[in-house]
């Protein structure tokens, strides 16, 4: 619960509106593919083109995925709810309406529990509606946007995806908590299976809401800060705009509702306009839709249906398996529960399997420039691999080494070793013999351990390690170099 | 013979088709003909597609003859409102802003019309986007009276009408949101039928009001009516409003009489308000029904005189939001402007007629924040009052009976100038408008300067086909003769 803002006496108060692309075959209101990428325009039909005459219907699957994110959020499913047209003028809105939810969204209602490096808190969720997309313009010209463009294109392909919509209480008071949040609504979502909610792409958007009070005062006003495109930017923005804010009010200004926009480049927000009044979008019922009543006991069925929960998971992974909380909030951000817990299932100690993961995995995954969660790595080579740690076979350091090979497809872990001769040597026979030479090599570094500097002996170690290409085991070489030193 | 084609029925032509007594072809060009000899003065189509009626009717005589299957009215030519899309064929809306437009589909409507091999012979004129009680505010021409050429068809669907009336055509498909059937074809002497909402689907049926729009059957005769209902009507999954069963068998029991039903004459339409003329044709078909074995009844309907207002609010409101998509972006009328906005705003600056803007404005200030409550939301629950009035009158009548339209065919141009009185030309039509009921007009006799006068039937939801069999048993007592007549009518319906 702290930000920059707690120091100064300010508190910052943030809700997150998310929008997630539903990943449903078809559109929220017609049968067009929701396929990424291709010419543009060429998924599209009179329906989410806003012909003359054309009409909604609306797409069973996302009315499905909606209600099971609002009951995974612990949400109430409302017996009947009704889509309302949002009206304002835009060329990427084929009808100058988006059909929205207004008073009566699909769920209402829910938690979310977010965990920070200060602990756990509970973030409410106010709603959980569905909507149809936009599609996407493009300005030719400098300015990039639409004033001042030359021309511009459109490209409805995106018109008509389903978007669910899911507004948070203003119960965040960080960016840290923001971020975690964020993270943790992405973890469901993708649990869910209802959309591959990629930031980056566009597929999961958050807009965040920001204002700064003194605790015990009425909140200030807020600002909407668009545009991040990872989590880190959320993060990145709300502090910037946390102390933007702060700023002004210190020094006298005064915060104005508007809409900002995040600069991932300059690291900055700055004024898209200002809401002098709140919109007018004219929302009424949209009279070319019927009321959305799913029956109770198809809602009882998704209910049943859940998958397990990142949470529940988590929980579960501390208890079954003593991993820490930070191990599992790492393995859970990388998108590597599912590979552990193969791997464990295989026969993996647990310890060795997480460090494995949260060490090497992550790094290699970090090296080629790849999600974690997108290697091709499963849990029965990763159960091998600390397999061959464990029986003596392969050291702790030579496994990233196998397994960057086995990510790259060249065998398996027991394979890669044997192929590249990487077995680790604990014969004491061959490992005695390079230890003297060591010994004779690095006659002062000896000295000093004969004189009782039991720590000199790394360097020794080392030597051995770097004479044996990292094969001979550690522990062994320890051992031997001691036994000789203490000899002498 | 073909010459006299065009006075025939539409079941007559029908069964002179499948008799094989006459070409499909021959009764298209019989119609194209009349079209081209009279449309100069009537000014009924804004689209006449000889083209492609010649090659449907083609097609079904080779159908015919080589013993493949053909449809229900297979060879019967029909003038189509010009708000229903046809794939490849412009589609304008009597606007200037979709005059070019060139829809790439099909209505539902139109693909059944083809299913039944209905021979569309164009697309009729119409009030702009359907908003309009005389054909007046199409951007193009106004449409003129068959039976006096200086006088209104009544609108919204007067194009298509007139054409019916004129003899162009024995079938007709309007489109009715608060009354642009029912009063046209009161103006003009023919039977037009408003179904149940959700009867027929709107998928295609370019929207003004979309909860209150639905597509009928306009006919000189109850039983073409029926028929060409029967062809049309059914559920379509495309459109979330449409019904998910069929509608009843509407021509099971057609010709079964009004003997013994309960017929209510509504209190509130019978007060002032109608011409003495109209006044007078429907008392005498109230007595007419009761002569015939109906048991006659007063009923009330007490918030039906709030209908015009809530309708005058709830159909503007839908209509400023679906009007909203034609903005030179996609499709349509484009004006260059500097910018995007300006480019949208001169686009629609040009392509709307004033009773659209009016009705933009009037819709757009409905719905506003701090207004919706007091408007939009209010108008909402007139709605549902009327519903209720409607439910009540129901439990203890099987239909109930009014006036159509308050006065006979007015001259050309003489409400233009005052909207107010040209909304009040829906006053009878919009409550069951607003409760989504079945509503139908047919012609009892003729008023003030000779001109025909419709009576209303109003039925329970999906009982059009109760409301079709007391106008079929009405209508062979009046006998009414579907001519136009007078010193100012289109001449004679052959060629």
């Given at each position: 619960m702290?930000?920059?803002?707690?120091?100064?006496?300010?508190?910052?108060?943030?809700?997150?509106?998310v929008?997630?692309?539903l990943?449903?075959?078809?559109?929220?209101?017609?049968g067009?593919?929701t396929?990424?990428?291709?010419?543009?325009?060429?998924r599209?039909?009179?329906?989410?083109?806003?012909?003359?005459?054309?009409?909604?219907?609306?797409?069973?699957?996302?009315?499905?995925?909606?209600?099971?994110?609002?009951?995974?959020l612990?949400?109430?499913?409302?017996?009947?709810?009704?889509?309302?047209r949002?009206?304002?003028?835009?060329?990427?809105m084929?009808?100058?309406?988006?059909?929205?939810?207004?008073?009566?969204?699909?769920?209402?209602?829910?938690?979310?529990?977010?965990?920070?490096?200060?602990?756990?808190?509970?973030?409410?969720?106010?709603?959980?509606?569905m909507?149809e997309?936009?599609?996407?313009?493009?300005?030719?010209?400098?300015?990039?946007?639409?004033?001042?463009?030359?021309y511009?294109?459109?490209?409805?392909?995106?018109?008509?995806?389903?978007?669910?919509?899911v507004?948070s209480?203003?119960?965040?008071?960080?960016?840290?908590?923001?971020?975690?949040?964020?993270?943790?609504?992405?973890?469901?979502?993708?649990?869910?299976?209802?959309?591959?909610?990629?930031?980056?792409?566009g597929?999961?958007r958050?807009?965040?809401n920001?204002s700064?009070?003194?605790?015990?005062?009425?909140?200030?006003?807020?600002?909407?800060?668009?545009?991040?495109?990872?989590?880190?930017?959320l993060?990145?923005?709300?502090?910037?705009?946390?102390?933007r804010?702060?700023?002004?009010?210190?020094?006298g200004?005064t915060?104005?509702?508007?809409?900002?926009?995040?600069?991932e480049?300059?690291?900055?927000?700055?004024?898209?306009?200002?809401?002098?009044t709140?919109?007018?979008?004219?929302?009424?019922?949209?009279?070319?839709?019927?009321?959305?009543?799913?029956?109770?006991?198809?809602?009882?069925?998704l209910?049943?249906?859940?998958?397990?929960?990142?949470?529940?998971?988590?929980?579960?992974?501390?208890?079954?398996?003593?991993?820490?909380?930070?191990?599992?909030?790492?393995?859970a951000?990388a998108?590597?529960?599912?590979?552990?817990?193969?791997?464990?299932?295989a026969?993996?100690?647990?310890?060795?399997?997480?460090n494995?993961?949260?060490?090497?995995?992550?790094?290699?995954?970090?090296?080629r420039?790849?999600?974690?969660?997108?290697?091709a790595?499963?849990?029965?080579?990763?159960?091998?691999?600390?397999?061959?740690?464990?029986?003596?076979?392969?050291?702790?350091?030579?496994a990233?080494?196998?397994?960057?090979?086995?990510?790259?497809?060249?065998?398996?872990?027991?394979?890669?070793v044997?192929?590249?001769?990487?077995?680790?040597?604990s014969?004491?026979?061959?490992?005695?013999?390079?230890?003297?030479?060591?010994?004779a090599?690095?006659?002062?570094?000896?000295?000093k351990?004969?004189?009782g500097n039991?720590?000199?002996?790394?360097?020794?170690?080392?030597?051995?390690?770097?004479?044996?290409q990292?094969?001979?085991?550690?522990?062994?070489?320890?051992?031997?170099?001691?036994?000789r030193?203490?000899?002498? | 013979?073909?010459?006299?084609?065009?006075?025939?029925?539409?079941?007559?032509?029908?069964?002179?088709?499948?008799?094989?007594?006459?070409?499909?072809?021959?009764?298209?060009?019989?119609?194209?003909?009349?079209?081209?000899?009279?449309?100069?003065?009537?000014?009924?189509?804004?689209?006449?597609t000889?083209?492609?009626?010649?090659?449907?009717a083609?097609?079904?005589?080779?159908?015919?003859?080589?013993?493949?299957?053909?449809?229900?009215?297979a060879?019967?030519?029909?003038?189509?409102?010009?708000?229903?899309?046809?794939?490849?064929?412009?589609?304008?809306?009597?606007?200037?802003?979709?005059?070019?437009?060139?829809?790439?589909?099909?209505?539902?409507?139109?693909?059944?019309?083809?299913?039944?091999?209905?021979?569309?012979?164009?697309?009729?004129n119409?009030?702009?986007?359907?908003?309009?009680?005389?054909?007046?505010?199409?951007?193009?021409?106004?449409?003129?009276?068959?039976w006096?050429?200086?006088?209104v068809?009544?609108?919204?669907?007067?194009g298509?009408?007139?054409?019916?009336?004129?003899?162009?055509?024995?079938l007709?498909v309007?489109?009715?949101?608060?009354?642009?059937i029912r009063?046209?074809?009161?103006?003009?002497g023919?039977?037009?039928?408003?179904?149940?909402?959700?009867?027929?689907?709107?998928?295609?049926?370019i929207?003004?009001?979309?909860?209150?729009?639905?597509?009928g059957?306009?006919?000189?005769?109850?039983?073409?009516?029926?028929?060409?209902l029967?062809?049309?009507?059914?559920?379509?999954?495309?459109?979330?409003?449409?019904?998910?069963k069929?509608?009843?068998?509407?021509?099971?029991?057609?010709?079964?009489g009004?003997?013994?039903?309960?017929?209510?004459?509504v209190?509130?339409?019978?007060?002032?308000?109608?011409?003495?003329?109209?006044?007078?044709?429907?008392?005498?078909?109230?007595?007419?029904?009761?002569?015939?074995?109906?048991?006659?009844?007063?009923?009330?309907?007490?918030?039906?005189g709030?209908?015009l207002a809530?309708?005058?609010?709830?159909?503007?409101?839908?209509?400023?939001?679906?009007?909203?998509?034609?903005d030179?972006?996609?499709?349509?009328?484009r004006?260059?402007?500097a910018?995007?906005?300006?480019m949208?705003?001169?686009?629609?600056?040009?392509?709307?007629g004033?009773?659209?803007?009016?009705?933009?404005?009037i819709?757009?200030?409905?719905?506003?924040?701090g207004?919706?409550?007091?408007?939009?939301?209010?108008?909402?629950?007139?709605?549902?009052?009327?519903?209720?009035?409607?439910?009540?009158?129901?439990?203890?009548?099987?239909?109930?009976?009014?006036?159509?339209?308050?006065?006979?065919?007015?001259?050309?141009?003489?409400?233009?100038?005052?909207?107010?009185?040209?909304?009040?030309?829906?006053?009878?039509a919009?409550?069951?408008?607003?409760?989504?009921?079945?509503?139908?007009?047919?012609p009892?006799g003729?008023?003030?300067?000779?001109?025909?006068?419709?009576?209303?039937?109003?039925?329970?939801?999906?009982?059009?086909?109760?409301?079709?069999?007391?106008?079929?048993?009405?209508?062979?007592?009046?006998?009414?003769?579907?001519?136009?007549?007078?010193?100012n009518?289109?001449?004679?319906?052959?060629i």
């Amino acid at each position: 619960m702290t930000t920059a803002a707690t120091a100064t006496g300010f508190q910052a108060v943030i809700g997150l509106e998310v929008h997630v692309e539903l990943a449903t075959r078809t559109k929220m209101f017609c049968g067009c593919r929701t396929d990424f990428g291709g010419d543009p325009n060429v998924r599209t039909c009179p329906v989410c083109l806003g012909q003359p005459g054309s009409l909604p219907v609306v797409n069973r699957g996302a009315v499905e995925s909606a209600i099971r994110l609002g009951l995974a959020l612990g949400g109430e499913v409302a017996p009947s709810s009704q889509f309302h047209r949002k009206n304002y003028f835009y060329p990427d809105m084929p009808k100058n309406y988006q059909i929205s939810q207004y008073d009566v969204p699909i769920c209402s209602g829910g938690v979310l529990e977010v965990t920070t490096s200060h602990g756990t808190t509970l973030v409410g969720i106010t709603r959980v509606h569905m909507e149809e997309d936009t599609g996407k313009s493009l300005h030719a010209g400098t300015s990039g946007r639409i004033q001042g463009a030359e021309y511009s294109l459109v490209d409805y392909n995106r018109a008509g995806i389903p978007l669910l919509e899911v507004v948070s209480e203003p119960d965040i008071r960080s960016a840290e908590e923001a971020q975690a949040y964020l993270t943790e609504l992405r973890a469901i979502v993708l649990a869910l299976g209802i959309s591959d909610a990629k930031l980056e792409e566009g597929s999961m958007r958050c807009d965040a809401n920001v204002s700064v009070h003194r605790p015990g005062e009425p909140f200030g006003a807020r600002a909407e800060v668009k545009n991040m495109n990872s989590v880190r930017s959320l993060g990145r923005a709300i502090a910037y705009e946390v102390d933007r804010q702060v700023a002004l009010v210190q020094a006298g200004g005064t915060v104005v509702l508007q809409t900002r926009h995040w600069d991932e480049d300059r690291g900055a927000t700055s004024t898209l306009r200002v809401k002098e009044t709140l919109e007018d979008y004219r929302y009424f019922p949209d009279p070319d839709l019927v009321a959305v009543e799913p029956e109770p006991a198809w809602i009882e069925e998704l209910r049943a249906g859940l998958p397990e929960l990142p949470a529940a998971i988590r929980r579960r992974l501390v208890d079954a398996h003593r991993l820490s909380a930070e191990q599992v909030a790492t393995l859970a951000g990388a998108g590597l529960i599912p590979v552990f817990e193969e791997a464990v299932a295989a026969g993996s100690p647990p310890v060795d399997a997480v460090n494995l993961l949260t060490n090497d995995v992550i790094a290699l995954a970090s090296e080629r420039g790849f999600d974690p969660a997108d290697l091709a790595l499963t849990g029965a080579q990763l159960a091998e691999l600390t397999g061959l740690v464990t029986d003596g076979t392969l050291s702790t350091k030579l496994a990233r080494e196998v397994l960057g090979d086995v990510l790259a497809g060249r065998g398996t872990p027991r394979e890669v070793v044997a192929e590249r001769g990487l077995e680790q040597i604990s014969d004491t026979s061959e490992l005695a013999a390079i230890c003297d030479e060591v010994i004779a090599a690095q006659a002062d570094a000896a000295q000093k351990v004969r004189d009782g500097n039991r720590k000199a002996v790394g360097a020794l170690v080392g030597a051995v390690m770097r004479a044996t290409q990292g094969r001979a085991n550690p522990r062994v070489v320890n051992q031997l170099l001691m036994e000789r030193l203490d000899r002498c | 013979m073909a010459d006299e084609l065009t006075t025939r029925s539409a079941l007559q032509l029908r069964d002179l088709v499948a008799h094989g007594e006459v070409s499909a072809e021959e009764v298209a060009r019989a119609h194209l003909e009349r079209v081209a000899a009279t449309d100069d003065q009537l000014k009924a189509f804004v689209t006449v597609t000889d083209d492609a009626a010649l090659a449907h009717a083609r097609d079904i005589d080779r159908r015919r003859a080589a013993e493949e299957p053909v449809g229900a009215l297979a060879g019967v030519p029909l003038a189509l409102k010009d708000v229903l899309c046809t794939k490849g064929v412009r589609t304008t809306c009597g606007s200037r802003i979709l005059q070019t437009y060139r829809p790439p589909y099909d209505a539902g409507v139109v693909e059944r019309l083809r299913d039944a091999d209905v021979v569309v012979l164009g697309k009729a004129n119409c009030d702009e986007f359907a908003m309009g009680s005389s054909c007046e505010n199409s951007a193009f021409f106004p449409t003129r009276n068959p039976w006096d050429l200086d006088r209104v068809p009544g609108g919204s669907s007067g194009g298509s009408v007139a054409a019916v009336a004129g003899f162009q055509a024995p079938l007709g498909v309007g489109t009715d949101t608060g009354g642009s059937i029912r009063q046209p074809a009161a103006l003009c002497g023919l039977v037009g039928v408003k179904p149940t909402y959700g009867a027929v689907s709107r998928y295609g049926l370019i929207a003004f009001a979309s909860s209150l729009d639905q597509a009928g059957p306009i006919a000189r005769s109850v039983t073409d009516a029926a028929h060409l209902l029967a062809a049309i009507a059914g559920p379509d999954p495309r459109d979330s409003t449409s019904i998910p069963k069929p509608l009843p068998d509407v021509l099971a029991g057609l010709d079964d009489g009004v003997s013994g039903l309960r017929i209510g004459v509504v209190a509130e339409f019978m007060a002032e308000g109608m011409s003495d003329g109209v006044r007078a044709m429907v008392e005498a078909s109230v007595e007419r029904l009761a002569g015939l074995g109906a048991e006659i009844v007063e009923v009330s309907l007490p918030h039906a005189g709030y209908g015009l207002a809530a309708y005058y609010l709830i159909a503007p409101s839908e209509a400023s939001s679906n009007l909203s998509r034609y903005d030179g972006v996609r499709y349509g009328l484009r004006v260059d402007g500097a910018t995007t906005e300006a480019m949208m705003a001169a686009t629609r600056e040009a392509g709307f007629g004033s009773e659209v803007k009016r009705r933009i404005m009037i819709g757009t200030y409905a719905l506003s924040a701090g207004y919706y409550d007091a408007y939009y939301a209010q108008a909402q629950r007139v709605r549902t009052l009327i519903a209720r009035d409607f439910a009540a009158a129901f439990e203890t009548c099987d239909v109930l009976v009014g006036p159509t339209s308050p006065t006979v065919a007015f001259p050309l141009g003489e409400l233009t100038a005052d909207p107010l009185a040209m909304y009040a030309n829906d006053v009878y039509a919009v409550p069951a408008s607003l409760a989504g009921l079945p509503a139908m007009s047919l012609p009892v006799g003729l008023g003030e300067a000779g001109m025909p006068v419709g009576f209303q039937i109003m039925a329970p939801l999906l009982r059009d086909d109760l409301m079709l069999r007391a106008a079929r048993a009405l209508e062979a007592e009046v006998g009414f003769d579907a001519m136009p007549r007078g010193p100012n009518a289109l001449a004679g319906a052959a060629i």
